[in-house]
């Protein structure tokens, strides 16, 4: 893994382009935001129960990268907690509202409203998007 001297953000190939940033996760998920923090707890707690990870924040939403690459970002919207999945190609799921092929990958999309959308089929979806990760 390389890291970026200038923001410390860190990639799998030495140089790699980027838009170097400093935002937090309090930036994207402030604690005055309750139900938006939780949707983002639930969801970080999620990708800690499939194995070690690192977050990557941007200006965009916050990353989780497994040993090799980003394999979820998410964000908060009025709907709820935004973001996407990749996946092994051609996988769907009734928790994704779109799909689209990226590479031998699927970008799967998500809109989650509450902490009830998180059940074991969204569950699945993280661990497989977790595999690709590594």
Do not use: K
Not at 80 to 105: A, F, I, K, V, W
Request: hydrophobic share 35%; with cysteine.
């Amino acid at each position: 893994m390389w890291t970026c001297p200038d923001c410390g953000r860190r990639f799998a190939r030495t140089g790699q382009t980027h838009s170097c940033s400093t935002a937090t996760v309090d930036d994207h998920f402030p604690p005055s935001d309750a139900a938006g923090r939780q949707l983002f707890n639930a969801f970080q707690a999620m990708v800690a129960a499939s194995g070690p990870y690192e977050l990557d924040v941007i200006g965009r939403g916050v990353g989780f990268r497994g040993r090799s690459r980003v394999f979820a970002r998410v964000w908060r919207t009025r709907a709820g907690l935004q973001g996407y999945l990749d996946l092994p190609g051609g996988t769907t799921n009734e928790h994704l509202h779109r799909t689209s092929p990226y590479g031998r990958l699927t970008v799967g999309h998500f809109t989650v409203t509450g902490v009830e959308g998180f059940d074991e089929g969204f569950q699945a979806l993280v661990r497989l998007a977790y595999s690709v990760g590594g």
